[in-house]
C-alpha cells in the first residue's frame, strides 16, 4: 500500500512540476521518498524541482542520494552535474557529467552539460592569472567585505554560502572575476558597488587633469578586456573545434569498415534531409515525406527523421499517420537513444494531433509527457487551452435536464424517507445534469437545513430566488432557516416580502406571527443583541444621525420621539433594531 501511495505522491508531484508549481512538486516528492526512500527517481524528481527553485545546496544532496541508490541512472548524474554549476562548481560540475558518461558515453545531456562547463571555464591552463598590476586585485582584496556589507544592494547576497565561496576564489585570484560573472550577474552588481564606493572616498580630492587621466585609463582598460574577452572566446571555440576533430578523427580511426559505412550513411542522410527541409519550407509536402523517407532508409535509427515525417503528415491533416509516425520516433528513441529534446518534440505534436482530431484526453495526457521530458512555455500554455476547452466540453455534454428530474425525484423520496445525506448527493447531481433546474436549489436548502448546515442552506435559497424571485417556498425556507438562528429582524423582511407575493399562504401568515411572538419573548438576549450589531445594516442604522437622536428622545422626551417616529423610514428602522433584539420596548 505504502508503495502506490508513493507513486500516487510522485504523479501528482511531476504534474505541478510540469505546471511551474515547484513547491507543490517538492512536498510531493519529499512524500514519496517518506512512504519509499528506495526509489531513486524521487530523489532525481525532487533534485530537478529544487534546481528549479535555484536552491542548488538541496538539490546537489537529492542528486547524490539519486547516484547512491542506483550509480547505473544517468539522469542522476546529469541532475547532479546542473546543481554544482548552479553552485558555480564548474569543475566539479564536469566531473559529474564525465562521470555519467563512464556509464553512458552516448548520452546527449551529459554531453551537453560538460560542453556548458567548458564553455564557461575553457581550459583550466587558459584562465588567466591576476598579477600584482591587475586593476581588480585592488578591487577584490580584503577591503571588499566591508565595503560589500555597506552597500544595502549586495549586503543580502553575503548570506548565501555559495556565493561567498565564488567571492574567496575571486579574492585569490581575481581574474576568475570574468569566467564567474557570466553564470552569475550578482558579480556585476558587486563590482559596481565596489568601484562606487572607490570614487566617492578619492574622487573630491582629485583635479580635473587627474581625473580626465583616469577616465581615459578606464576606458583604455576596457577595451582592453573587451579584447582579451573577445580573443579568449577564439582561443575557447578554437580549442573547441579542435577537440571536436580530434575525436572524429580518433573515433573514425577506431570504426570498424561497417561503422564507417553507416557513418558515411548517415552523412548522406543529412544531406537528404535537408533538401527535404527545403521541400516542407515551399509546402511541397509530398516531395518533403519522399525525401524523409529516403533519408530515413540510410539512417533507420534517426529520431529526427520521424519526427519531420509526423510534421508533413501533420500538415496534410492526416492526424492519425502523425500520431503514429510521433509514437514510432519515441519507441525510436527509447530503444536506440535520442535527444530528450526530440522526445518532447514528438510528444508535443502527437498532442496537436489528437487536440485536432478533438481526443482531448489523449491530447493533454501526450502534452504532459513533453512536458516532463524538456520544460516548455509554450507546450504548457497549449495544455492550459486544451483543458479548458476539454472542461466546457465535459460540463456541456454532462447537462441532460431529463435526468437532473430523475435525479430530484430520488432526492425527493430520500428526503421523506428521512435519509437527508442521500438526498444532497440526488439534489447536487440533479444540479449538475442542469444547473438552471433552480427548485432543487429549494429542495436541497431544505435538506442543508435538516443536516444544521445553515449557511449552505441560505445560499441555496438566494441562489434559487436569483432564477425565479417570486418562489415563495424558497422565501419561506429562508425566513425559518433566519427564525432559528434568531436573526429575527432578517427574517421578518422575508416573510414581509413572501406574504407581498402570497398573502393568504397560511404557512406564510402562522411564519410570520411566531416570529414576531419570538422578537418580543426574547427582548433583553444579550446574544441576539451582540450578533445583530455584526449585521452591516443594523451598523448602518445605529450611525444615523437621525436615529441616534430618536433613540436618546425615546427614553428622555417620549413626545418628540412619537411624532419622529411618524415619519414611515424612521419608524422602519427603529422597528428592524427592535426587530434585531438592539432596541428594547418596554412592557
Not at 64 to 85: D, H, M, N, Q, T
Not at 302 to 326: G, M, P, W
Request: with cysteine; aromatic share 8%.
Amino acid at each position: 500500500m505504502s508503495r502506490e501511495q508513493a507513486v500516487a505522491a510522485k504523479n501528482r508531484g511531476n504534474e505541478a512540476f510540469t505546471k511551474g508549481d515547484f513547491e507543490t512538486a517538492i512536498k510531493e516528492f519529499s512524500d514519496a521518498i517518506k512512504l519509499d526512500p528506495t526509489d531513486h527517481v524521487f530523489y532525481s524528481n525532487r533534485s530537478g524541482a529544487y534546481c528549479s527553485l535555484q536552491i542548488y545546496e538541496l538539490a546537489l544532496e537529492d542528486a547524490e542520494k539519486c547516484i547512491s541508490v542506483k550509480p547505473e541512472f544517468i539522469k542522476g548524474y546529469s541532475r547532479k552535474g546542473a546543481a554544482l554549476f548552479g553552485l558555480g562548481r564548474i569543475d566539479d560540475a564536469k566531473d559529474a557529467y564525465l562521470a555519467g558518461l563512464k556509464h553512458d558515453p552516448a548520452n546527449q545531456a551529459l554531453k551537453e552539460g560538460l560542453m556548458e562547463c567548458e564553455n564557461v571555464f575553457g581550459n583550466p591552463s587558459d584562465i588567466p592569472q591576476a598579477g600584482p598590476n591587475n586593476p581588480l586585485s585592488k578591487l577584490f582584496g580584503p577591503e571588499m567585505w566591508g565595503r560589500l556589507m555597506m552597500n544595502p544592494q549586495t549586503k543580502p547576497y553575503l548570506d548565501d554560502p555559495a556565493f561567498v565561496a565564488k567571492l574567496k576564489q575571486i579574492e585569490k585570484n581575481p581574474a576568475l572575476f570574468e569566467t564567474y560573472s557570466r553564470v552569475d550577474n550578482r558579480l556585476l552588481q558587486c563590482i559596481g558597488a565596489l568601484l562606487n564606493l572607490t570614487t566617492d572616498f578619492n574622487q573630491a580630492n582629485k583635479t580635473p587633469e587627474q581625473r580626465e587621466a583616469e577616465d581615459a585609463k578606464r576606458q583604455a582598460d576596457a577595451h582592453k578586456a573587451e579584447e582579451r574577452k573577445k580573443q579568449q572566446e577564439e582561443a575557447i571555440i578554437a580549442a573547441q573545434k579542435a577537440k571536436e576533430e580530434e575525436a572524429r578523427k580518433r573515433k573514425e580511426a577506431e570504426l570498424t569498415p561497417e561503422q564507417r559505412e553507416a557513418e558515411e550513411k548517415k552523412r548522406q542522410a543529412a544531406a537528404v534531409k535537408e533538401k527535404g527541409n527545403d521541400a516542407y519550407k515551399k509546402k511541397d509536402f509530398e516531395q518533403a515525406i519522399k525525401l524523409y523517407s529516403e533519408a530515413l532508409e540510410l539512417d533507420p535509427h534517426s529520431t529526427v527523421l520521424r519526427n519531420n515525417i509526423a510534421a508533413v503528415h501533420f500538415e496534410t491533416k492526416d492526424y492519425d499517420q502523425c500520431v503514429q509516425k510521433c509514437k514510432e520516433a519515441i519507441e525510436n528513441a527509447q530503444t536506440h537513444g535520442g535527444d530528450y529534446r526530440d522526445i518532447a518534440k514528438a510528444w508535443n505534436r502527437m498532442g496537436n494531433a489528437y487536440n485536432s482530431l478533438k481526443q482531448y484526453d489523449d491530447a493533454i495526457k501526450a502534452y504532459h509527457k513533453s512536458l516532463l521530458e524538456n520544460n516548455d512555455d509554450k507546450v504548457r500554455q497549449q495544455l492550459k487551452k486544451v483543458e479548458q476547452i476539454k472542461k466546457k466540453n465535459d460540463e456541456e455534454a454532462y447537462l441532460d435536464s431529463a435526468k437532473s428530474e430523475e435525479h430530484k425525484t430520488q432526492g425527493n423520496e430520500l428526503f421523506n424517507a428521512g435519509k437527508y445525506i442521500d438526498a444532497l448527493e440526488q439534489y447536487s447531481e440533479a444540479l449538475r445534469r442542469d444547473p438552471s433546474n433552480y427548485k432543487v436549489y429549494s429542495n436541497r436548502a431544505a435538506c442543508y437545513s435538516k443536516l444544521m448546515d445553515w449557511q449552505r442552506a441560505l445560499e441555496d435559497c438566494d441562489k434559487c430566488l436569483s432564477f425565479d424571485s417570486k418562489f415563495v417556498k424558497a422565501y419561506i425556507r429562508k425566513a425559518k432557516v433566519q427564525h432559528f438562528l434568531k436573526q429575527y429582524h432578517k427574517a421578518l423582511e422575508v416573510w414581509d416580502a413572501a406574504k407581498e407575493l402570497d398573502p393568504t399562504n397560511q404557512e406564510v401568515i402562522e411564519g410570520r406571527v411566531q416570529t414576531l411572538m419570538a422578537i418580543q419573548t426574547n427582548q433583553g438576549d444579550p446574544e441576539r443583541a451582540r450578533q445583530s450589531m455584526q449585521d452591516p445594516e443594523i451598523q448602518g442604522i445605529m450611525r444615523d444621525p437621525t436615529i441616534q437622536k430618536v433613540l436618546s428622545e425615546m427614553s428622555s422626551n417620549p413626545e418628540t420621539a412619537g411624532a419622529a417616529l411618524k415619519d414611515p423610514d424612521i419608524r422602519k428602522k427603529i422597528e428592524r433594531l427592535i426587530a434585531a433584539g438592539v432596541v428594547q420596548v418596554g412592557h
